[in-house]
């Protein structure tokens, strides 16, 4: 045999053997389907989910759940993830995953002769270690509805809530998970965590919360969730989810089969806390019957290490996007203030993250904060 095909054989044997190793390190990693669950104690879920807990009692011919079988059947078709397979048998392992609503709000808001119907519902995929009794992943969704209807609010039927709280999750997030499966990562050996532990808003900015109607506690969750879903989703870093009482760090769950089961939230490698300082609107231009205003929100992130209190990195993240209204018009400006805010904590942080250098790799090389806690 000549030398240049002993070199090829060689190659295609170790090529052969990576992936037979990689294979087989897939094949290990197996994860239990655990169903649907809410957050939370289940006598309190008629009054936090009024609407999805009625969705889920609704049955079909076999006496199952709608959407218990709904999520069924789209993960059993989407069962392959970014490293793991779904498995939905009670295989030996002491993994699961569960999709879990943490949110749900329905507002309503009279316009002259119609409502407006605002839905923002909130779930989140949690990685269980039943061994440990401990959630040590979390990817959150958010979704968000508008309807406006003729009429009052007196007009609108419960039905017509649940069927289009049932459409949104359809058509949202059954129909935009099974798009993302292959973005979802199981944390391997050495790979660190990292966990949105604090947000904070100054007096001027709280103000505004509440004036809108908002509840502190409620909306600082809202902006953790969404920080923690792009850092899992688009930067595939390994979150825990956020606990606004850091003292327990619990996360109760009941399940389909009306079991409740409380895992511990384990500390992170590595704290994320944002500090929303400022909302900022400014006339920009004017011209006949047209105004366009600038929002703007600033925050503050810091990366930390909540034991030993080092700070990896702390810097301004902000964000501003113009808006045309017509005179006249009534704006809703904590509704603009709210968009550029998501966005800022969204979007421009992880472009940040990502522009950084030494979050990725400092210089001489080694993985920086971000790097470590990787999926990769």
């Known amino acids: 045999m000549h030398r240049s095909q002993g070199c090829s054989m060689k190659k295609f044997c170790l090529i052969l053997l990576v992936i037979v190793l990689s294979q087989a390190a897939f094949a290990q990693n197996q994860v239990r389907y655990a169903g649907f669950s809410f957050s939370g104690d289940y006598a309190n879920i008629p009054q936090r989910y009024k609407y999805t807990h009625q969705l889920f009692a609704q049955k079909d011919s076999s006496g199952l759940s709608v959407l218990e079988q709904e999520f069924f059947r789209m993960f059993e078709q989407n069962k392959v993830f970014g490293n793991f397979e779904l498995v939905f048998?009670?295989?030996?392992?002491?993994?699961a995953m569960t999709i879990t609503l943490l949110r749900e709000n329905v507002d309503f808001e009279q316009i002259g002769e119609y409502v407006k119907l605002i839905y923002n519902l909130g779930f989140s995929l949690n990685i269980l270690d039943y061994d440990e009794m401990r959630v040590i992943q979390s990817y959150p969704v958010k979704v968000a509805y508008l309807d406006i209807i003729e009429g009052s609010e007196d007009d609108i039927l419960q039905t017509r809530i649940i069927n289009t709280i049932h459409e949104i999750i359809q058509k949202q997030v059954i129909n935009g998970l099974s798009r993302r499966v292959a973005e979802v990562y199981l944390a391997q050996s050495g790979t660190l965590s990292m966990k949105v532990s604090d947000i904070t808003f100054s007096d001027d900015v709280l103000h505004q919360i509440t004036d809108s109607g908002q509840n502190e506690a409620s909306y600082a969750a809202l902006i953790a969730n969404q920080a923690t879903e792009a850092l899992a989703f688009d930067l595939n870093v390994s979150m825990l989810p956020y606990s606004r009482d850091y003292a327990g760090q619990k996360m109760a769950l009941s399940f389909s089969d009306a079991e409740m089961q409380n895992f511990s939230i384990p500390a992170a490698s590595y704290d994320l806390a944002i500090?929303?300082?400022?909302f900022y609107k400014a006339l920009h231009s004017?011209?006949?019957?047209?105004?366009?205003?600038?929002y703007g929100a600033y925050t503050n992130v810091?990366?930390?290490?909540?034991?030993l209190g080092d700070v990896y990195w702390n810097n301004e993240v902000k964000h501003g996007a113009a808006k045309l209204t017509v005179k006249n018009q009534v704006v809703d400006?904590?509704?603009?203030?709210?968009?550029?805010?998501?966005t800022a904590v969204t979007k421009t942080m992880i472009d940040t993250?990502?522009?950084?250098?030494?979050?990725m790799r400092d210089k001489k090389g080694k993985k920086g904060v971000i790097k470590r806690c990787q999926n990769f």
Not at 89 to 95: Q, S
Not at 288 to 293: A, G, I, L, Q, S
Not at 302 to 307: G, L
């Open 89 to 95: 048998t009670n295989i030996d392992t002491r993994l």
């Open 275 to 278: 500090h929303v300082d400022k």
């Open 286 to 294: 004017e011209k006949n019957t047209e105004r366009v205003y600038v």
């Open 302 to 307: 810091k990366i930390y290490d909540a034991e």
């Open 333 to 342: 400006d904590f509704a603009n203030f709210n968009e550029v805010l998501l």
């Open 353 to 359: 993250f990502k522009a950084d250098k030494e979050l």
